[in-house]
């Protein structure tokens, strides 16, 4: 059974900074690229970030290049977002997916979903 546990997000200032991190479990985590995608309150679901299963490759949406960074331990089976310079328009539950192959965009695309975890940034 495949399990996307994502931690690490609570309550921070503005300007601050979080690490979310992502365990995955019951698949070949090297085989699979992973994103990141955050649902802000009343919004839908919204592409944040993507790196490729070799870890050697990423997008990532306008709103957070330059002050997001994905990142992957194939070892650990562990994706993270380290997130600086959070602004309050940041405020959303982030997930964490993985796709197998090649990195996407869209949600549609991704074969597994983590529960989510609260990220708030207040002003």
């Known amino acids: 059974q495949v399990q996307l546990v994502e931690s690490g997000g609570g309550l921070v200032q503005a300007g601050g900074s979080l690490r979310l991190s992502c365990a995955a479990s019951g698949l070949t985590f090297s085989s699979y690229a992973m994103g990141w995608f955050r649902q802000p309150p009343g919004k839908e679901r919204e592409f944040v970030a993507t790196i490729a299963w070799r870890g050697g490759v990423t997008y990532y949406t306008d709103s957070v290049r330059g002050r997001f960074t994905v990142s992957r331990d194939n070892a650990k089976n562990t994706v993270y977002l380290q997130m600086n310079s959070l602004k309050p328009e940041d405020t959303a539950v982030y997930y964490c997916?993985?796709?197998?192959?090649?990195?996407?965009?869209?949600?549609?695309?991704?074969?597994?979903w983590g529960q989510g975890t609260q990220v708030t940034v207040s002003s």
């Open positions: 997916a993985a796709r197998w192959g090649d990195s996407s965009r869209p949600a549609y695309e991704y074969n597994y």
